[in-house]
């Protein structure tokens, strides 16, 4: 059963549009939440991360939205650029656990 | 950037081949992981190590092994390749608490 649920899937926007990628989640020992980014050809890397105890956090043009309640989080990028094109991953994990659960991935264009 | 290193990036190999993967981080992170990545699909964790003489399974059942002598080095093998075991695979490095996860760039495997 998949732990994150992430959409959509893919995703084009023009070049200064605001992208919104979405999770879901419905373990409540869930207590961090990072945002992955991968290029083709690379790993995985560490965007962003927020704690349940915020509905917000920023680092540049990246935010994620947090909804404790709903059991969703988001993440928006402002004024995207065609560098942002690469694929972006949701992840949870429980208290004290090693195990990241992953969301499936959104692709992300960016046109110029 | 982090400096977590696989080898070989890409594998082509015949089925019943033993394999091995590399996986090498200067960090001196003391846990460890190994992710399995298909197209499309959610990273799943299939082996992680909390240091030296220590592994674990993850969450995603896998045939192949891993091993810890080294803190800086965690090789995950295969003794005889399947087709069923083509896949990308990410090798992660955390210090203790855990979070965040630094990422390799993979391997890509394709066994025929």
């Known amino acids: 059963q998949q732990q994150v649920k992430q959409s959509p899937q893919s995703l084009i926007v023009q070049k200064g549009g605001i992208p919104i990628i979405n999770c879901a989640y419905e373990?409540?020992?869930?207590?961090?939440f990072p945002w992955y980014q991968q290029f083709p050809g690379k790993g995985p890397a560490l965007l962003i991360a927020?704690?349940?105890?915020?509905s917000e956090k920023k680092e540049g043009r990246f935010t994620i939205s947090f909804n404790k309640s709903a059991k969703q989080f988001s993440l928006h990028i402002m004024d995207s650029q065609p560098g942002d094109s690469a694929t972006y991953f949701c992840?949870?994990?429980?208290?004290?656990?090693?195990?990241?659960?992953f969301g499936t991935g959104t692709r992300l264009t960016v046109i110029p | 950037e982090a400096d977590i290193y696989q080898t070989p990036r890409y594998l082509v190999i015949g089925t019943g081949k033993k394999i091995t993967l590399e996986c090498s981080q200067t960090m001196g992170h003391d846990k460890m992981y190994w992710y399995q990545q298909d197209p499309g699909m959610e990273l799943h964790l299939i082996h992680y190590s909390y240091g030296v003489n220590s592994t674990e399974k993850g969450d995603l059942s896998s045939e192949s092994t891993v091993s810890r002598i080294r803190t800086e080095h965690f090789p995950l093998t295969l003794e005889s390749a399947r087709p069923s075991h083509t896949s990308q695979y990410l090798c992660a490095s955390s210090e203790p608490g855990g979070q965040p996860q630094h990422f390799g760039d993979g391997t890509r495997l394709s066994i025929l």
């Open positions: 927020i704690r349940p105890d915020v």
């Open positions: 992840a949870a994990r429980a208290g004290g656990a090693n195990n990241l659960f």
């Open positions: 373990n409540t020992a869930f207590d961090y």
